[in-house]
């Protein structure tokens, strides 16, 4: 599986952002789907992930209430919708794709896009 994510960009904090991931190469919906983050300095974290049909999330508690994973499997894509910024929602955010629905284990990465929230 190729991902791609895109959607990054400079916001102030307070805005809102809704990165996409796109993918290609085998059928999606066999996969569970996670976003990544990882700032500068620091180890990656988990962001959220969502099951291959789409019926249940799993949204850290740093971003529980504020930011909403989804999937369209007819698109082959899954989006992070994130509302409420902060500062500290800085990095680069990856999505990636695990054939093992339920457990942490994934085994595709795309190439990550950057998120920087100005104060």
């Known amino acids: 599986v190729q991902l791609q994510a895109s959607g990054g960009g400079l916001v102030q904090a307070g805005d809102s952002l809704r990165l996409s991931c796109a993918a290609s190469?085998?059928?999606?919906?066999?996969?569970?789907m996670g976003w990544f983050r990882q700032a500068p300095g620091k180890e990656r974290e988990f962001v959220t992930s969502?099951?291959?049909?789409?019926?249940?999330?799993y949204p850290a508690d740093s971003v529980k209430g504020r930011f909403t994973i989804s999937r369209d499997n007819a698109k082959n894509t899954v989006y992070l919708q994130m509302n409420s910024l902060k500062p500290e929602d800085t990095a680069v955010y990856y999505c990636?794709?695990?054939?093992?629905?339920?457990?942490?284990?994934?085994?595709?990465w795309g190439q990550g896009t950057q998120v920087t929230v100005s104060s």
């Open positions: 969502i099951s291959r049909r789409g019926g249940v999330t």
């Open positions: 990636a794709a695990g054939a093992s629905e339920g457990y942490d284990i994934y085994d595709y």
């Open positions: 190469g085998r059928p999606f919906s066999r996969y569970q």
